[in-house]
């Protein structure tokens, strides 16, 4: 119940001050939807997360892809690789 309740706070966060466009969740999906149609390594989507950070320090986002995938894991979109 507690992840639900978290997931819920996500969803209420914004951005950055101000931000009527995003919430902190939706942002974190749609950066995360881009890594993964992108093939973008773990390295480089952290270093993306760095640098949006230095650039825009009010923004509002994990501080590493650790701590997003932490996040995108309590949504349930969890994946398991099949070695084919």
Same mark, same amino acid.
């Given at each position: %119940?507690?992840? /639900?309740?978290?997931?819920?706070?996500? $969803?209420?966060? #914004?951005?950055?001050?101000?931000?009527?466009?995003?919430?902190?969740?939706? /942002?974190? +999906?749609? $950066?995360?939807?881009?890594?993964?149609? =992108?093939? %973008?390594?773990?390295?480089? /989507? =952290?270093?993306?997360?760095?640098? $949006?950070?230095?650039?825009?320090?009010?923004?509002?986002? #994990?501080?590493? /892809?650790?701590?997003?995938?932490?996040? +995108?894991?309590? $949504? =349930?979109?969890?994946?398991?690789?099949?070695?084919?």
């Amino acid at each position: %119940m507690d992840d /639900f309740r978290e997931i819920v706070k996500e $969803l209420h966060t #914004p951005l950055y001050p101000d931000c009527k466009n995003y919430s902190r969740l939706t /942002f974190i +999906i749609e $950066l995360y939807l881009i890594k993964s149609r =992108g093939k %973008m390594s773990d390295v480089s /989507f =952290g270093e993306t997360i760095h640098l $949006l950070k230095k650039a825009f320090p009010d923004i509002n986002i #994990p501080d590493s /892809f650790y701590e997003t995938k932490k996040l +995108i894991r309590a $949504l =349930g979109c969890h994946y398991q690789n099949i070695d084919v």
